[in-house]
């Protein structure tokens, strides 16, 4: 559990560099470079984003779906020391 093997890795930077990706630089690239939000007549803000929400919601949930599938493979990829004695 002290070091992390090749699998650890790969989930833990690219799962959390796409969520990083999709939270927070797309963010702050919606801040500094976004359009601005003009009210309509009706008092309603109008939205229009330098990168579609949709894009940005399918790369968060892909580092998240990363990370569900690593969390899974260590359930039932490892096997405890109990159970590997009681084998024997």
């Known amino acids: 559990m002290s070091e992390l093997n090749t699998?650890?890795?790969v989930a833990a930077y690219v799962g959390g560099g796409l969520i990083v990706l999709g939270a927070v630089v797309i963010g702050?690239?919606?801040m500094i470079a976004g359009s601005p939000h003009p009210v309509t007549g009706e008092g309603q803000i109008?939205?229009?984003a330098?990168?579609?929400l949709e894009i940005r919601s399918y790369i968060i949930i892909l580092g998240l779906l990363i990370w569900a599938v690593y969390?899974?493979?260590k359930v039932?990829?490892?096997t405890s020391a109990t159970d590997t004695a009681d084998m024997t």
């Open 7 to 9: 699998t650890d890795k």
């Open 28 to 30: 702050l690239l919606e």
């Open 46 to 48: 109008e939205h229009e």
């Open 50 to 52: 330098l990168i579609p």
């Open 71 to 73: 969390a899974i493979y």
């Open 76 to 78: 039932i990829g490892t």
